[in-house]
């Protein structure tokens, strides 16, 4: 079974500008989270997508943004980039939301904005 | 929201011993999970072992074991046998069963392995 596929890889924004990352889920995973990891601040939740629906939001503004499509595909969207955007994004997904599914985890987007 | 503390931002260990990484946190809930995951210079973080808080035996995965002292709210990892490949971030996580997928981490432990 593929494990959760993240592009891309790498991403180098101008601030101001904005990017959107992609996720593709375990084949089955319905749940899709987004976590920003920065030296600083660590691994920190952006938000929680179920059957196309948001169910958990971080503290994060609102320049951040997500979707989750039917096929459970999910992309995340930052607008007007600032330098402390830069980051690693990681996607996770997992069967539910239920004590027994824990994140699998992609290989993550490094966003760094200049 | 809940606090999780890593307060050994590095480690290291001979290959072929046993190291133990610690983990507290901090919760008014009398019922969650915790997790282990490793990140290692791939990025990709990977699962290393899990705990119910309602359940007293402390969990085992081959090589990795847990020290789950509820009533301290510690949660310390044991790496027995350590071999090169062990050499990795690892994080202490917190889940709550009433905020689906959102993941309380620790800052982490830098762990070396020692050939």
């Known amino acids: 079974k593929a494990g959760v596929t993240q592009t891309p890889r790498y991403l180098i924004k101008t601030r101001g500008q904005q990017v959107t990352l992609s996720c593709s889920p375990i084949?089955?995973?319905?749940?899709v989270s987004w976590y920003q990891q920065t030296p600083g601040q660590g691994l920190q939740f952006l938000f929680e997508y179920f059957s196309e629906t948001q169910r958990n939001k971080g503290n994060f503004p609102g320049r951040f943004s997500g979707r989750q499509f039917s096929n459970s595909r999910s992309e995340m969207n930052v607008s007007t980039l600032e330098l402390g955007d830069s980051a690693l994004y990681l996607c996770a997904s997992s069967f539910g939301t239920g004590p027994n599914s824990p994140l699998h985890f992609g290989n993550g987007t490094r966003l760094t904005v200049t | 929201a809940q606090t999780v503390t890593q307060s050994q931002p590095e480690m290291s260990v001979q290959e072929a011993e046993t190291v133990t990484l610690s983990c507290t946190y901090d919760t008014s809930e009398s019922d969650y999970y915790l997790f282990w995951y490793k990140q290692p210079p791939s990025r990709q973080m990977i699962l290393v072992i899990r705990?119910?808080?309602?359940?007293?035996q402390n969990a085992t995965e081959n090589r990795f074991s847990v020290n789950f002292q509820k009533a301290a709210k510690s949660f310390s990892l044991k790496i027995s046998d350590s071999q090169l490949g062990d050499a990795a971030m690892y994080f202490c996580?917190?889940?709550?069963?009433?905020?689906?997928?959102?993941?309380?981490f620790g800052t982490g432990t830098s762990l070396t392995v020692i050939p």
């Open positions: 705990q119910e808080a309602y359940k007293q």
């Open positions: 084949s089955g995973h319905r749940s």
């Open positions: 996580a917190y889940r709550s069963p009433n905020t689906g997928n959102q993941f309380y």
